[in-house]
């Protein structure tokens, strides 16, 4: 498996870096195009196999088979059947077999998409028949996964404009069906959020635009470059300081590690510049995809934490949690886990054994989130020696290219 070596000649840290559309909202984009037909913009992603799966020309050409990195796709399959019709078969990587896609075949299933497994039941690849599907579908199990939900907003805009869905339960990541609905408010649909129910009402007005702006978790990283740096500034280009993004919120969380976000005319610039906390408290149910850059900015920087809402992490393959708490303890650090009233708390008093290592051997644990949150350590002056660090192109395809940007060097070893 290759490896990375990612070094830093200094602590101090200046440049501009970019960062690629949100892929959340590139596939929700993907998903009205092909309903609307509409005049929107082109998603200029990286292409990391889902466009490759739903774009509008591959129906066109009437491919029926194609393989790729379809998690997500697969959860708008049903849309897209009903729609062109035909039979098709999909393939994918491991990233498809859990539990959580073998609930969402059971849910096409039940709603009369014909699915056949051609090789494994409950594994890919899956041929689909699309033909007599049975209308709407009433209520989904939000506690199966926000994904879940966000596919289910995105299916039924096809509906008339007299029909309503009902969606209820606890919803694990409720911030990202939020950034749907909201999508979905500014294609002209008209919506009623509350806690614990949506009401939608089918209209998606002709001539609507959407465009996908930059995703700004992915800038939690940079914030947590800056945050490890004696002294720093770096200019982020693409990301929009009026995002209906759910995470927004890093500015304010790094303002409490000591970065302080700068509005620009074309850019967003983090400067290290402030107080730092000596205790971190977060909750972090609304934007999970946060909390890796800030939990090992509070490993690095000595400060303790106590955050909770991190359900979402229990979805992930492998589960996030595990993996942070894994690398926690290469550095000896601990995660103290404990349950207050039902709700799982992760508390860390600050202690580690970080100064003591001049060389991080450190493993990606499979986990792109975990690998951008570990490279920002090589400016304390570490050698980090990555596992598995090209696990970042899952969402962020240039990540490499544009640390070096930043001054740090990586090579790779194997």
Sequence with gaps: MIKYQITKSDT???G??????????????????????ANLPTVTGS????EKIINQSIFKEGLKSKSGRTARAIRHIRAFISYFGGEWILSSSNILKDSTTGKIVALLQKHGLKVQFEER???PPFRLIGKNLKG?????????????????????????????IELKNFIISQGYSTMTLRALQFMGVNIDWREDEVLIEHQIFDGSELSIEADWSLASYWYEAVALADKGEIAIKGLKPESFQCDTAVKDLFTRLGVTTI??????????????TKQFEHNFKQHPDLAPAAMFACLALG???????IDYFHTKDPDRLDAIKAEF?????????????????????????????????????????????????????????????RITSKSYATFWDEIKKLGFEVTVLQ
């Design 136 to 164: 709407k579908i009433l209520r989904v199990e939000g506690s199966i996964n926000s994904k879940m939900i966000e596919a289910r907003l995105l299916i039924d805009p096809s509906l008339n404009t007299e029909e309503i």
């Design 47 to 50: 292409e990391i196999g889902n």
């Design 12 to 14: 101090k840290i200046y």
């Design 303 to 309: 400060i303790p934490f106590t955050i909770s809402g």
């Design 263 to 276: 509005i620009a005319e074309d850019a967003i610039i983090l400067k290290r510049k402030g107080r730092v």
């Design 121 to 123: 039941i409950g594994n």
């Design 329 to 389: 303890r290469k550095l000896g650090a601990t995660i103290n886990v404990q349950l207050e009233n039902d709700v799982e708390v992760l508390k860390f008093d600050g202690k580690s054994k970080l100064k003591n290592f001049k060389v991080l051997e450190c493993d990606s644990q499979n986990d792109h989130r975990v690998a951008m949150s570990l490279a920002p350590y090589a400016i304390l002056g570490k050698k980090v020696i990555m596992n598995n660090a």
């Design 16 to 37: 501009e870096v970019t960062i690629p559309p949100t892929r959340p909202m590139s596939n929700k984009f993907l998903v009205i195009k092909v309903y609307k037909d």
